[in-house]
């Protein structure tokens, strides 16, 4: 089956530190790509998706690339904030009437001053 | 409604109890899940529905969850016979199709006393 795995958390960065999030995932063809965002107390929101491969989805500074050689969709953003200061889970799905989103297991990001 | 939205927001049950959570769509989205977030883990997926196909059940961590979908739209997830590892938060999303961006509700809190 379709599976997504991240680094393990927490992840501590003082603010301007560059960030990495690791995601690799295991499927049969091409899926599409999704990071999520979870602010704390809030639930959770699209960050990012990439439908194909070579694609790279950006938004607020954060961007993945869609790497098919090494089934990976990694996470960065070049100067992390306080704000940025959440929970990122990594997905995969195949659009169509019998997929789901499958997500990993989510990697706490604490960035301190 | 503009998002997701689920209710109630927070529920505490005594164990053995029977407990429904609600989740309203985003009106004309054809996909809906169940995912489950223990406190500190990641997303644990219960149930999806996509139009009128039967829903992918599989995550169903036993046989007292059970959730439906009424006329397409508006889905329960009951639980019955509470136990405190029930405990956690219940979130419920909703895509237009069955794989694309899938929006999410704030979620219900869930504690098993």
């Known amino acids: 089956g379709n599976s997504v795995t991240q680094m393990e958390g927490p992840v501590t960065l003082s603010e301007e530190a560059f960030l990495t999030i690791n995601c690799t995932y295991t499927?049969?063809?091409?899926?599409?790509l999704f990071w999520y965002v979870q602010y704390p107390g809030e639930g959770l929101q699209l960050l990012l998706k990439?439908?194909?491969?070579?694609d790279k989805g950006s938004n607020k500074g954060f961007e993945a690339t869609y790497r098919k050689e090494t089934t990976s969709f990694h996470l960065e953003k070049g100067s992390v904030q306080v704000s940025d200061s959440a929970v990122y889970f990594c997905?995969?799905?195949?659009?169509?009437?019998?997929?789901?989103?499958?997500f990993g297991t989510g990697t706490r990001l604490q960035v301190t001053l | 409604g503009a998002g997701v939205s689920q209710s109630p927001s927070n529920k505490v049950t005594e164990k053995g109890k029977d407990v429904e959570l609600r989740c309203d769509p985003i009106s004309g989205h054809t996909a809906l899940y169940w995912y489950r977030q223990s406190l500190g883990q990641g997303l644990e997926f219960l149930i999806y529905f996509q139009g009128n196909s039967a829903p992918d059940k599989s995550g169903l961590p036993s046989d007292r969850f059970s959730a439906e979908r009424t006329g397409g739209s508006v889905s329960t997830l009951t639980i019955q016979r509470t136990q405190q590892e029930d405990s956690a938060v219940y979130l419920c999303?909703?895509?237009?199709?069955?794989?694309?961006?899938?929006?999410f509700g704030q979620g219900t809190r869930l504690t098993v006393v």
């Open positions: 997905a995969l799905s195949f659009t169509g009437t019998a997929s789901k989103l499958t």
């Open positions: 499927a049969t063809g091409y899926p599409s």
């Open positions: 999303a909703s895509s237009l199709v069955g794989g694309s961006e899938a929006f």
């Open positions: 990439a439908t194909k491969a070579d």
